[in-house]
């Protein structure tokens, strides 16, 4: 691959996404871009380029697609959902008894699995929800991989990434060679496309956000402007967990660590604002 076309690259995958690409990282373009390659009329990752550079938005879009990130599981990392359902869960049914309702947004979501291991975790106490209204929703660039999270159909690999045996059993139909989700987790989430290079306000405000190993592919001005945004779209007692070594100290005044070796962290606000932080156990 010639510099000029992985500056033109990097370039469009930034300013699209939001993500870095560093020159260390030639091999992963041909990796991920050859097969796209071979799919369309071009013959090269320069012609990729020069098409790109010629106004074919549909192609451009494709190899942004190609080159997002889709490394995720089923409770990944464990300790961070374990967090949510043995303190955070018990406080929101304290504090939203009123109203019965709570948002919980997925960024980054990727093929599904972490929105659906909430919503599986939100089913376990499904006696002390009746009546109530949760919502999880997952948000991510990649239609594809938003397609595949809405078909919930996953490979007996994708089940053995951290999801325990009892869950598998409980929540799962053996389809072929490959597991479906059943009809009672599924409808619990819905995926929507969106860029967090945009404003989250149209999406509502939420109590737990997770945006969960998506800031290291940021430069520290993304990571700046996206922790505002998520901020901003948060309630004053909400959530938000990142990557257990994604530290924030230093990145962003618009949260305050409630668990950093969690990443667990709470909403920076005024002190006239405060409010009890979800995150804390009571």
């Not at 090269?44 to 889709?70: I, N, P, S, Y």
């Not at 948002?103 to 009746?130: F, H, K, N, P």
Request: hydrophobic fraction near 45%; glycine fraction near 6%; include cysteine.
């Amino acid at each position: 691959m010639q510099p000029s076309d992985f500056e033109f690259l990097a370039r469009v995958l930034k300013e699209r996404s939001g993500l870095v690409l560093t020159k260390d990282k030639g091999y992963l373009v041909e990796n991920r871009l050859m097969p796209l390659v071979r799919q369309t009329r071009c013959k090269t990752v320069a012609d990729q380029r020069q098409a790109g550079q010629h106004g074919d938005a549909d192609l451009t879009a494709r190899v942004v697609e190609a080159m997002m990130f889709k490394d995720t599981g089923f409770f990944r990392d464990w300790k961070p959902f374990q967090h949510f359902r043995t303190v955070v869960l018990p406080n929101l049914l304290a504090a939203r008894k009123a109203k019965k309702n709570f948002r919980i947004l997925c960024a980054g979501v990727s093929t599904g699995q972490e929105a659906y291991s909430l919503a599986m975790a939100l089913d376990q106490v499904r006696d002390q929800l009746d009546g109530w209204s949760p919502e999880v929703v997952g948000i991510d660039l990649s239609t594809s991989a938003l397609t595949f999270a809405g078909e919930a159909i996953y490979s007996q690999f994708d089940v053995q990434r951290g999801l325990p045996i009892r869950m598998l059993l409980k929540y799962f139909l053996k389809d072929d060679d490959s597991w479906r989700l059943n009809d009672v987790i599924r409808p619990m989430v819905q995926f929507k496309f969106w860029n967090l290079m945009d404003d989250l306000f149209p999406l509502g405000r939420f109590d737990v956000v997770l945006c969960r190993n998506v800031l290291p592919y940021f430069d520290m001005q993304t990571k700046f402007a996206v922790l505002q945004k998520l901020s901003r779209s948060m309630t004053d007692d909400g959530v938000l967990y990142v990557g257990q070594h994604e530290p924030l100290s230093g990145v962003s005044p618009s949260f305050q660590a409630v668990d950093a070796s969690l990443g667990v962290y709470a909403p920076q606000r005024s002190d006239a604002a405060k409010l009890p932080p979800l995150a804390l156990a009571r």
